[in-house]
C-alpha cells in the first residue's frame, strides 16, 4: 500500500466539500480570457529626480536668538530637519532614474513590480519626458495588456515610501511563452533609452539575457531567485498589506462552514521553512535574512498540476483547471486506504479518508468510464498538494522548525490547495506545525529584484 500521508476531511465526501468557505474564499483576479501586457512604451531619457521636501516638521515659532540655539542642540527640531535634508540629498544621489521595475522571469509566469511615484513635483512633471508620463497612465489605467497580460488591483500597495520617494507599488503577470514579444515591442518602444540595466531575477534572467540585449539593446542585471525571495518576503511583511497583515492562516479549514482566514503576525520569523510553489518547488530553512540554505524541492509543482490538468481534461488556463477541481471528486480517482483495508488501518494512524494512492482506481476500466473531468482535475490538485506538503512536514521535523510559510504562484485563486496543506501539516504534526501564506504570493522575487535596483538592504 502506498504511503497515503495526506488527504483532509472535506475530501471524504467529495464534491459537497470541494468548495471552501465563503470567509476563506480569495478574489479572482482578472479570469480566463485575461488579456496579455503589452511591453512598456519607453522612449527619450528621463531627468534627475528632485530631492524630496524634509520628513521632520519645522521648529515651532521662535526668536532667531533661539532658533540658533536650537541648531546648537542635538536632537532638536531644526537639526533634524537639517539631517533630513542630507538624508533626502543623499538618496537623490543613489537612487536610479525612474521609471522603477523588478522583473521575476519564471518558468511559467513573468512577474513585474512597478513603483508609481506620487509626490512628483510640478517642476519635475514639467521636467520629465513624455515616454514615462506615458508608460506611468498607461499602467495605472489599465488592469489587462493584451490578451493574457494581467495587473493584479486587489494587490497594489497604497502610500510606499520607497528611497525618500512616495508612490503605489503595482503588481503585473503574463505567461512566461509571451516574453519574446515583449522583448521586442521594448525595443519599438525605444525603453533602451530610459534604462541600460534591469534588474531581473528567475530562470529566464539567464535564457533572456542574449535576447534583451541583442533585440531589446538592454543589459539584465542577473540576480539569484532565492535570495530575491527571502528579502522580497522579509521586506513585504515589514511595510504589511495597506494597514493589514500580509501573512495569515487557515482556522478550521476542514470544515467548509467553519473555516475562516485569520491575520497571523508574523513578528518573530526565524527560523521559518519557505516553502515556494512555482513550476516546480524549493524548500528554504531560513534562520536569518543573510542565513538560509535549500533543503530540497521537487519537480512535481504548479506546472506539473496544470499541465497534467491540459492533457486530461483539455482546459486551457490556469483558472479553468481550479475551476473544474472545485467541481470534482478526487475520490472517485483516488484509491483511499479504507478502499484497501474496509476502514482504518488503526495500528500506524492511518483513517480510511486516507490516500493510498493517488489515481489508483484508474487501473479499473469501469472506474475509469465513470469518472467526469472535474474528478480528474480534482485529483491531479490533490496528488500535487499531498506530494508537495508530505515534503514539507518532514523537512520541517528535521530542520526542527515548526512555521512553514507557503508562497509561490500555485496558491494564486487555489484555496482548496490552501485548506488543505493548513489541515494536513496540524493533523499530520499533531498541532506541532503551522501552515502559513501570504497575499503577494507569487510576486516576492520580483519584489526582491527592485530592492536590488534600488539597493534598499
Not at 521559518?272 to 535574512?289: D, E, Q, T
Request: hydrophobic share 35%; charged share 25%; net charge positive.
Amino acid at each position: 500500500m502506498g504511503a497515503g500521508w495526506l488527504a483532509a476531511p472535506m475530501e471524504r465526501h467529495g464534491r459537497a466539500a470541494a468548495t471552501s468557505a465563503s470567509s476563506a474564499r480569495e478574489p479572482v483576479p482578472g479570469g480566463p480570457d485575461g488579456r496579455r501586457r503589452e511591453p512598456l512604451r519607453r522612449r527619450a531619457n528621463s531627468a534627475s529626480a528632485p530631492a524630496v521636501g524634509a520628513s521632520a516638521s519645522a521648529s515651532p515659532s521662535a526668536s532667531p536668538s533661539a532658533e540658533g540655539v536650537r541648531r546648537d542642540r542635538p536632537g532638536s527640531y531644526s537639526g533634524a530637519t537639517s539631517a533630513s535634508r542630507q538624508r533626502v540629498e543623499s538618496l537623490k544621489k543613489k537612487r536610479p532614474l525612474f521609471p522603477w521595475f523588478g522583473l521575476d522571469i519564471g518558468g511559467t509566469l513573468v512577474k513585474l513590480v512597478y513603483f508609481e511615484p506620487k509626490d512628483i513635483t510640478a517642476e519635475e512633471e514639467e521636467e520629465e519626458v513624455e515616454s514615462l508620463k506615458s508608460i506611468r497612465k498607461y499602467l495605472t489605467s489599465n488592469v489587462a495588456y493584451g490578451s493574457t497580460g494581467i495587473r493584479d488591483v486587489h494587490l497594489e500597495l497604497k502610500d510606499l515610501t520607497l528611497c525618500g520617494r512616495k508612490g503605489n507599488l503595482h503588481f503585473i503577470r503574463f505567461p512566461t511563452h509571451d516574453m519574446p514579444a515583449f522583448i521586442q515591442m521594448g525595443r519599438d518602444k525605444n525603453f533602451s533609452s530610459l534604462h541600460t540595466v534591469f534588474c531581473a531575477t528567475g530562470g529566464g534572467a539567464y535564457k533572456f539575457e542574449q535576447d534583451f540585449l541583442t533585440i531589446g539593446d538592454l543589459q539584465l542585471c542577473k540576480l539569484d531567485e532565492l535570495d530575491c525571495l527571502i528579502k522580497g518576503i522579509l521586506y513585504i511583511d515589514s511595510v504589511g498589506f495597506n494597514g493589514r497583515s500580509q501573512c495569515y492562516y487557515f482556522e478550521n479549514p476542514a470544515d467548509c462552514e467553519k473555516c475562516q482566514k485569520l491575520p497571523f503576525d508574523l513578528k518573530n520569523p526565524y527560523p521559518l521553512l519557505l516553502v515556494n510553489i512555482g513550476s516546480g518547488v524549493s524548500i528554504l530553512a531560513v534562520y536569518s535574512k543573510d542565513n538560509y540554505k535549500r533543503v530540497t524541492g521537487t519537480s512535481l509543482g504548479g506546472g506539473t498540476f496544470f499541465g497534467l490538468c491540459c492533457l486530461l481534461t483539455g482546459c486551457t488556463t490556469f483558472e479553468e483547471a481550479l475551476e473544474m477541481a472545485s467541481r470534482g471528486d478526487s475520490t472517485k480517482v483516488d484509491k483511499l486506504v479504507r478502499d484497501i483495508y474496509g476502514g482504518d488501518y488503526e495500528r500506524f494512524g492511518l483513517p480510511g479518508w486516507a490516500v493510498a494512492s493517488s489515481f489508483g482506481n484508474m487501473m479499473s476500466k469501469e472506474k475509469r468510464e465513470a469518472v467526469s473531468k472535474e474528478d480528474l482535475a480534482r485529483a491531479t490538485l490533490i496528488t500535487i498538494t499531498n506530494n508537495i506538503g508530505s515534503i514539507a512536514r518532514m523537512c520541517a521535523l528535521n530542520e526542527n522548525i515548526n512555521q512553514v510559510v507557503f508562497v509561490g504562484n500555485f496558491l494564486r485563486i487555489n484555496t482548496i490547495a490552501m485548506r488543505l496543506l493548513a489541515y494536513a501539516l496540524d493533523y499530520w504534526s499533531k498541532g506541532q506545525l503551522k501552515a502559513l501564506f501570504s497575499e503577494h504570493e507569487g510576486y516576492f522575487g520580483a519584489v526582491g529584484a527592485l530592492l536590488e535596483l534600488l539597493k534598499i538592504p
